[in-house]
């Protein structure tokens, strides 16, 4: 069968997945702490994971920041600057148009929300006659699985998808497939999510908010014990406990009890440790964060003193988004076919920009000999003006090589005193000089006056 104008067939080699199998490496990251099977605790699904407000918070906000910048061909030239190719670049129009149903900032984000959640993030391929990509679909990552072949040729068995064109299954050739993993723990094709280290805190984050919620429907106040000095039967028992929790419980709470027969009902005080619920919450805020290596001061933790903004997101982006944007610029680069010296790049002014005033500080001393003008006003998003094209200097700065040569004489400062000018030869007196002239001019009239002999 075609598939996207590759022809697919059947691969005769027998291929082993890399997930399945009851010796697979899915089989070795099922418990969520080391003795986790003794305690029977199950850690929810990333699904339900995501409920945890911290890891929605650490999962969207580092999808967010990273779809906001820019995906760009950039080429290198002999001086080693990197300046954009045109728009009309086959590779660059995949990149500003994905697919049918996506923009490149809803791109990014998908992209990136499966590479957090799940560990990998896998693009399917959509060729033209020419075998240029003009198209990448992004796929779910659970309903792909990849293959290896005894000989180690690489393939990917995908489920069912009609957004991506293919109503059927089909295995495809890892060609095709554009493939970003997270951290390969346990084998080089498949990675491993933050939630696999953060999820037994999210999990118990979500129990002490279900149970708060619960404690606080219930009036703010815990269970008691109702009891009597005689033996109760089992049956009267439940339909007093039924009785009293249909009376006087939830918004019931402050009804008047009034008891016979010797029953007494003694509220339960509450436990110290339950008392350091905001604490317990507090630490599994803190330890999602430092899965994801997000800034705790994103979630509303301390800022940290003296800090800039500019310093902030440097190491927001070189702690937490830099191993998550250099692979995915590699991995189009190889899915796209694009080679030196054109390289896929995000533009990282939307992350990095500092505050106008700034700004303004930084691009003024740069202009002093660095840019020209004209580069400096781009920033500022200002036309070009005349005479802005060339950068530019203060008069009296000199070359190293100038101040060589002067340091070279004898006397590089002019130190000694220059010998005087000689004296210029004194001019005659004005009236000498019409006297003279007018001899020769009369002179000069004789010649001419006199008779031929």
Not at 219 to 234: D, K, N, V, Y
Not at 236 to 253: D, I, Y
Not at 261 to 289: C, H, N, R, T, Y
Not at 304 to 329: D, H, W
């Amino acid at each position: 069968m075609r598939l996207f104008g590759l022809e697919i067939t059947r691969a005769k080699r027998k291929a082993v997945s890399s997930l399945g199998g009851e010796r697979g490496w899915f089989s070795v990251i099922r418990e969520s702490f080391t003795g986790a099977w003794q305690q029977v605790v199950e850690v929810d699904p990333p699904k339900n994971v995501l409920a945890f407000s911290a890891v929605f918070s650490c999962v969207t906000g580092i999808a967010g920041d990273i779809a906001k910048l820019r995906l760009r061909i950039v080429e290198e030239d002999d001086d080693h600057i990197f300046t954009e190719v045109p728009r009309n670049t086959p590779q660059a129009a995949v990149l500003r148009r994905p697919n049918h149903y996506q923009t490149p900032y809803q791109f990014v984000l998908c992209w990136v929300i499966s590479k957090l959640l799940w560990g990998n993030t896998y693009a399917l391929k959509r060729r033209d006659g020419r075998g240029v990509v003009v198209a990448l679909y992004l796929l779910d990552p659970q309903r792909v699985t990849p293959l290896v072949t005894e000989s180690g040729d690489i393939y990917y068995r995908l489920a069912a998808d009609n957004l991506a064109g293919f109503p059927d299954g089909v295995t495809v050739p890892a060609s095709e497939i554009i493939h970003d993993l997270m951290c390969p723990l346990w084998h080089p094709l498949v990675g491993v999510s933050p939630i696999y280290a953060c999820g037994m805190s999210a999990t118990m984050g979500n129990r002490i908010q279900a149970n708060s919620a619960t404690f606080f429907g219930n009036m703010s106040a815990p269970s008691g014990m109702l009891s009597a000095p005689a033996t109760i039967q089992e049956e009267t028992a439940n339909r007093l406990k039924r009785t009293f929790e249909e009376n006087f419980g939830g918004k019931n709470m402050g009804r008047l009890f009034v008891a016979g027969d010797g029953l007494e009902f003694k509220g339960f005080a509450m436990a110290p440790v339950d008392a350091q619920l905001i604490e317990q919450l507090k630490w599994s805020v803190e330890d999602v964060a430092r899965a994801f290596h997000y800034p705790l001061y994103k979630l509303g933790g301390p800022v940290p003193n003296g800090a800039s903004i500019e310093s902030l997101n440097q190491g927001y982006y070189s702690e937490c988004l830099q191993t998550l944007i250099e692979p995915m610029e590699a991995v189009l680069d190889h899915g796209l076919g694009i080679s030196a010296p054109r390289y896929v790049e995000a533009d990282l002014e939307g992350l990095l920009r500092m505050d106008a005033l700034a700004r303004a500080e930084v691009e003024e001393r740069l202009v002093k000999g660095i840019k020209a003008p004209n580069e400096s006003r781009r920033v500022f998003n200002l036309p070009p003006v005349p005479g802005g094209k060339y950068p530019y200097l203060q008069q009296q700065n000199y070359s190293l090589e100038a101040l060589a040569k002067r340091d070279a004489r004898a006397d590089p400062f002019e130190t000694a005193k220059p010998a005087a000018p000689p004296a210029p030869p004194e001019a005659a007196n004005d009236d000498e000089m019409d006297l003279e002239a007018a001899k020769s001019l009369i002179a000069d009239i004789a010649k001419e006056c006199l008779p031929c002999e």
